[in-house]
């Protein structure tokens, strides 16, 4: 049964909750809040979750305006430590990946794909050596002469920076595989 006639406002409160009323807190309990919000290692771990900061934006719009500027100045540390421990961590990993040689069994994927594993092929089209380099390719990767005229490790240092500068695109066959 409804207590009014509309059903629009059957179901509504008449008036509205102050949500500061939930924190009406102590300065001490208000510490305690921030230390458990703003916990340094949950920041360096990732995001905090949505729940998190939605609670910490109620409860800045709740507190005295000196607590205010306070919490808005540690949010600012801390967002700026995580988003700076981010960006180094991303850096790092892009070096690595830019440094790190392909491993050994991909090279020689694309070797026994691309010439038997025979580093002294010359087909005779234009393409050399076990990775069937063009010259022009042999040459921007630092290569002198011709290439299956190179030792099988000079031709392996070759592939490999290839490999890390345009990836497996040089090999479009053999280096999807």
């Known amino acids: 049964m409804l207590l009014s006639s509309s059903p629009s406002t059957a179901l509504r409160p008449s008036t509205t909750i102050n949500p500061c009323i939930l924190y009406s807190d102590s300065p001490a309990s208000v ?14 771990r990732g995001d905090p979750p949505a729940r998190t900061i939605a609670a910490w ?14 919490l808005k100045q540690r ?7 995580f988003f700076d421990h981010r960006k180094a961590k991303r850096a ?6 830019a440094t790190t040689p392909p491993g050994a069994a991909v090279l020689a994927a694309i070797r026994e794909c691309e010439s038997g594993g025979d580093y002294s092929i010359n087909t005779g089209n234009g393409f050399y050596g076990a990775y069937q380099f063009t010259l022009s390719t042999w ?8 290439p299956h005229e190179a030792p099988p ?19 479009p066959v053999c280096g999807y595989q």
């Open 31 to 44: 510490k305690q809040f921030i230390g458990q919000v703003w916990d340094e290692s949950r920041w360096r």
């Open 57 to 70: 934006r109620l409860k800045l719009h709740c507190l005295p305006p000196g607590w205010q500027k306070k």
């Open 75 to 81: 949010w600012r540390d801390l967002q700026g430590e």
């Open 92 to 97: 790092a990993a892009a070096y690595r990946a």
């Open 139 to 146: 040459r921007s990767v630092g290569g002198a002469g011709y």
């Open 153 to 171: 490790h000079e031709q392996d240092e070759r592939a490999a920076r290839l490999y890390r500068e345009a990836g497996p695109s040089p090999w």
